[in-house]
């Protein structure tokens, strides 16, 4: 009933930018936190930043100053704005949803219903940067 999809990812040379992009599908009431999560080859997934419903964010302290999180409520959808990629950037990058209120269809009951799901990811999206 809900689903992220990102899309963006790429190839860019070091020094390069690239902006992802991740949209939450179905019949969204609202979405608490989102955030932009990494996996580099060999290491363990890592937040890269967050951001809350109300525009608070949280960008760790290896890509500050380079990365930025927004979000539009509207349209359900967080980007990451990534500047002067470096090649340990490199990583499948993830997007996730802490709390999703949403609207779904009970056959059971014969109507719609309001629900909240928890902790929702994204499929990921390669990024390769070059020196």
């Known amino acids: 009933q809900v689903q992220l999809v990102e899309s963006g990812g790429g190839s860019v040379q070091a020094g390069g930018s690239l902006r992802l992009s991740c949209a939450a599908s179905?019949?969204?009431?609202?979405?608490?936190?989102m955030g932009w999560y990494r996996r580099a080859p060999g290491k363990q997934r890592e937040l890269v930043a967050s951001?809350?419903?109300?525009?608070?964010?949280n960008i760790t302290s290896a890509v500050k100053g380079r990365f930025t999180i927004s979000r539009d409520n509207a349209k359900n959808t967080v980007y990451l704005q990534m500047n002067s990629l470096r090649p340990e950037d490199t990583a499948v990058y993830y997007c996730?949803?802490?709390?999703?209120?949403?609207?779904?269809?009970?056959?059971?009951?014969?109507?719609?219903?309001?629900?909240?799901?928890?902790?929702?990811w994204g499929q990921g999206t390669q990024v390769t940067v070059s020196s």
């Open positions: 179905g019949k969204i009431i609202s979405i608490n936190t």
């Open positions: 996730n949803a802490d709390r999703i209120t949403y609207i779904y269809y009970s056959t059971y009951l014969s109507r719609s219903q309001g629900s909240q799901g928890y902790d929702y």
């Open positions: 951001i809350t419903s109300g525009g608070g964010t």
